[in-house]
C-alpha cells in the first residue's frame, strides 16, 4: 500500500482563492519532503523541499509567496496554493525520503476556474 | 549538476514482446538511479533502483534494470510486456546522501501496448 499519502487526489477552487494540498507519511518519519509540479505530457519539477521545523527550500523561479510549505510535524507538509489562478492548475506531487528510497504520493489534480 | 535523458518519447510494442527503455544520466561520481511508473492521472511507482553493488537490479512487475558506468546507462527492459504495463516512465537520477533534493527527472517514455 501507500506509503506517502495526499490529500485532496482531486480539487476545483475558484480564482483568487486558496487551497491547501496535504502530503503524510504513513509509517515512517520524514524530516524533509519534497513538493513537484507535472504539467500536462510532462516530467516533473522539483517546486521546494520542505524541512521540519524550518523554512523550505524554494527552487529558482517559483514564488514562495505564492506557494507556501509547512512541514509542522515528521509526517505531515502541506503545499497551500495562495490567491490560484488557472494558470496554477496543474499536478502537484509530494514525496518523501525514508527506508532508502524516495516515495511519492498519489498526486493531487488542482483545477482553478 | 546531473541530467537525464531519456532519447524515446514514445514507444509501441506488442503484448508478449520484449522491452527496453533507454536511460541515460549525466553525473561525475557514482549516482543513484531509478525507474519509477506513472499510470494516467496517478502518482509516481518504484519499479527499481540502483545504490551499488550488482549492477543489474530487479525490480517490480517483472523490470529489471542494468547500470553500465562505461555507458552512462541505466536501461529498463522486460522480457514480456503485458498489457498493463501501459503507462509514463520515468527516470531518475540523485546524488549523495541528500538524494532527495538532488533528484532528477528525465522527460519521461510514453509505452503503449499493443493486443
Partial sequence: ?113 | AQSVTQPDIHITVSEGASLELRCNYSYGATPYLFWYVQSPGQGLQLLLKYFSGDTLVQGIKGFEAEFKRSQSSFNLRKPSVHWSDAAEYFCAVASGDNYGQNFVFGPGTRLSVLP
Fill in chain 1, 1 to 113: 500500500g501507500a506509503v506517502v499519502s495526499q490529500h485532496p487526489s482531486w480539487v476545483i477552487c475558484k480564482s483568487g482563492t486558496s487551497v491547501k494540498i496535504e502530503c503524510r507519511s504513513l509509517d515512517f518519519q520524514a524530516t524533509t519532503m519534497f513538493w513537484y509540479r507535472q504539467f500536462p505530457k510532462q516530467s516533473l519539477m522539483l517546486m521546494a523541499t520542505s524541512n521540519e521545523g524550518s523554512k523550505a527550500t524554494y527552487e529558482q523561479g517559483v514564488e514562495k509567496d505564492k506557494f507556501l510549505i509547512n512541514h509542522a510535524s515528521l509526517t505531515l507538509s502541506t503545499l497551500t496554493v495562495t490567491s490560484a489562478h488557472p494558470e496554477d492548475s496543474s499536478f502537484y506531487i509530494c514525496s518523501a525520503r525514508g527506508r532508502n528510497t524516495i516515495y511519492f504520493g498519489e498526486g493531487s489534480w488542482l483545477t482553478v476556474v
